[in-house]
Every structure is written in structure tokens, then in C-alpha cells.
């Protein structure tokens, strides 16, 4: 599992959003987010964004990119 499927979970949990509450936000199938967590597909950059948007948090920080 890769920063961005981790951080998904992560986030997602912290949110105390279920997959599927999720997915609905996203409009996207349940098992689309699934893909994206288990690290089977990446979300395109307007998911990404959206992601973002729903955790408030950063792109950068989703994606779990660190600066020295």
C-alpha cells in the first residue's frame, strides 16, 4: 500500500465516513473508492482534488508528499 492509498484510509476514517458515504460525495461506485484504497487504480486529478476538498486538506498532504 502506497502514502495516497493510506492516506485515504486515514483521512476517511477520521472523517467517520464510511466507503460508500464517500463514494456518494465523489459520485462515483463504492467500488471505485475500493480500487483506490486497496492501491488497484488511482484517482484521476479531479477525484484528487474533490478528496481534497471533502478532508480539507492540501493535495500535498493527501498524497503524503513531505518538504525538508
Do not use: C, H, W
Request: proline residues 3%; charged residues 30%; glycine residues 2%.
Amino acid at each position: 500500500m502506497n502514502t495516497l492509498n493510506k492516506n485515504l484510509k486515514y483521512y476517511r476514517e477520521a472523517s467517520n465516513l464510511t466507503q460508500k458515504a464517500l463514494a456518494e460525495k465523489l459520485k462515483i461506485t463504492v467500488r471505485a473508492y475500493q480500487r483506490y484504497e486497496a492501491g488497484e487504480r488511482e484517482p484521476k486529478l479531479d477525484i484528487l482534488i474533490m478528496l481534497a476538498d471533502v478532508f480539507q486538506v492540501s493535495l500535498d498532504e493527501l498524497a503524503g508528499r513531505k518538504f525538508p
